[in-house]
């Protein structure tokens, strides 16, 4: 990517903003690095208006705003200059097709129920119909058949090996994340938050901010890549398992999921 072309007006350029701003706030860039997760090499091209280094306008664009919020200008203000200067704009991506997985679950697990309650009920028939038969006297008389209620407590050694799931297994099963597939849910449960997803090829998911109570569902076959700002605002669901809040208020995280347990590892 070709360095950018001068501002139009007397106005710094994105990166000389963002190091004088950087200065002025009295932070070194090694400081900034760890605060935003930019590595210093890349902080240092920002400020000299190379973004070549940045793998794309789209992280560049990620990029400024986490050192905007760091040093204490405006993001959003900054990112439009950077697509003035460079002649691109971000294009909405169309966000709908990747809620599909929002519609999963329940229903897969009810035949299991209702074949291990049938197996159960055949075997408690089959067992009373078998002590009966071969407890009974010859004479065969009637009051025989009242004796299932006498018996009935044989039929309990079927609860001792029941192969059911306990309810804790079940929301657990039910919740889960098809295991050839990652899974990623974001809740802004705590604030507004900017967040940015990437899938496996390296195509862009969605990016956008998220308002407080707004819910975005990504899904890949490989892996999904993150951006979120403020990452305290934002509670993670990856793969069905509740991950609690990103990072802390007002922490830029960068993160990354692949199938399976995200907390394997």
């Avoid at 076959?221 to 700002?229: A, E, F, M, Y």
């Amino acid at each position: 990517m070709s360095i950018g072309n001068p501002p139009p007006d007397d106005r710094p350029s994105v990166g000389r903003a963002l190091a004088r701003a950087r200065l002025d706030a009295g932070l070194t860039v090694d400081e900034v690095s760890s605060t935003t997760r930019v590595r210093p090499p890349i902080v240092h091209a920002i400020e000299q208006d190379d973004f070549s280094r940045c793998g794309g306008d789209v992280y560049a664009r990620g990029h400024i705003r986490a050192l905007a919020r760091a040093v204490g200008l405006d993001p959003e203000a900054l990112v439009a200059q950077f697509s003035t200067e460079h002649g691109s704009t971000p294009s909405p991506t169309p966000v709908a097709p990747l809620y599909e997985a929002e519609r999963m679950r329940p229903e897969p697990r009810r035949p299991n129920w209702t074949a291990a309650m049938v197996a159960a009920i055949v075997a408690v028939v089959g067992f009373v119909g078998f002590t009966l038969f071969n407890g009974g006297d010859d004479s065969g008389k009637q009051p025989v058949a009242g004796k299932p209620s006498a018996q009935s407590p044989a039929a309990k050694p079927s609860a001792t090996h029941r192969t059911s799931p306990s309810p804790e297994a079940t929301d657990s099963a039910i919740a889960a994340a098809p295991g050839d597939k990652v899974t990623v849910k974001l809740t802004a449960d705590n604030g507004k938050s900017w967040i940015q997803a990437v899938g496996s090829n390296g195509k862009q998911l969605y990016q956008g901010s998220l308002e407080q109570g707004d819910a975005k569902t990504f899904t890949d076959k490989k892996k999904v890549n993150l951006i979120i700002g403020n990452a305290g605002a934002v509670d993670l669901f990856v793969n069905g398992k509740d991950l609690g809040p990103a990072g802390d208020p007002g922490q830029v995280q960068r993160l990354t999921f692949t199938p399976g347990d995200p907390e394997a590892g």
